[in-house]
T-cell receptor, first 110, second 113 residues
């Protein structure tokens, strides 16, 4: 059974601090990794995609991938109250279907 | 550019009724998906399609049917609504190239009473 695991949270982070969200996956052949943000009552919105080992930065967001450890993370620098949401990790399988984690609820405290 | 459009946004059904959730995309994406999301849970794949005329079951297909007669449209049919089908339904699409992300519609919130 292919799985994607995330800590459900809530993860509480002070405004201005770094939020660190983690995800592990079981399928060693996974090639594509995505982070989606989902506000309450809204649809998932793509934040970051990463395909190779290492770091990928986009503004305040950094995705980190370690395929050997089957681990992907999302760092949010200078956290803002508007970053409060549920963050979904999605990992592709060999057929490019996405396996979804249950999400981590992030709360940024002013 | 509308992206992925779902209708209706909200619907209440009685047990045993039928309905079709509509999904259309204007990005010429070959791949389309239907998910359901229960409160506090992740997304579960119901059905997907890799192109017009081709559909396949996902993780939780029981109680649902789909069709894909055009590239743009991918409707989801509930034949005999049951309380267990109360959920939020999301349609998504993506380009055919293997590593492309999925893009989501705004969802349909469905209650079966």
């Amino acid at each position: 059974q292919k799985e994607v695991e995330q800590n459900s949270g809530p993860l509480s982070v002070p405004e201005g601090a770094i939020a660190s969200l983690n995800c592990t996956y079981s399928d060693r052949v996974s090639q594509s990794f995505f982070w989606y943000r989902q506000y309450s009552g809204k649809s998932p919105e793509l934040i970051m995609s990463i395909y190779s080992n290492g770091d990928k930065e986009d503004g305040r967001f950094t995705a980190q991938l370690n395929k050997a450890s089957q681990y992907v993370s999302l760092l949010i620098r200078d956290s803002q109250p508007s970053d409060s949401a549920t963050y979904l990790c999605a990992v592709s399988d060999s057929n490019y279907q996405l396996i979804w984690g249950a999400g981590t609820k992030l709360i940024i405290k002013p | 550019n509308a992206g992925v459009t779902q209708t209706p946004k909200f619907r209440i059904l009685k047990i045993g009724q039928s309905m079709t959730l509509q999904c259309t995309q204007d990005m010429n994406h070959n791949y389309m998906y239907w998910y359901r999301q229960d409160p506090g849970m992740g997304l579960k794949l119901i059905y997907y399609s890799v192109g017009a005329g081709i559909t396949d079951k996902g993780e939780v297909p029981n109680g649902y049917n789909v069709s894909r007669s055009t590239t743009e449209d991918f409707p989801l049919r509930l034949e005999l609504a049951a309380p267990s089908q109360t959920s939020v339904y999301f349609c998504a699409s993506r380009r055919q190239t293997g590593n492309q992300p999925q893009h989501f519609g705004d969802g349909t919130r469905l209650s079966i009473l």
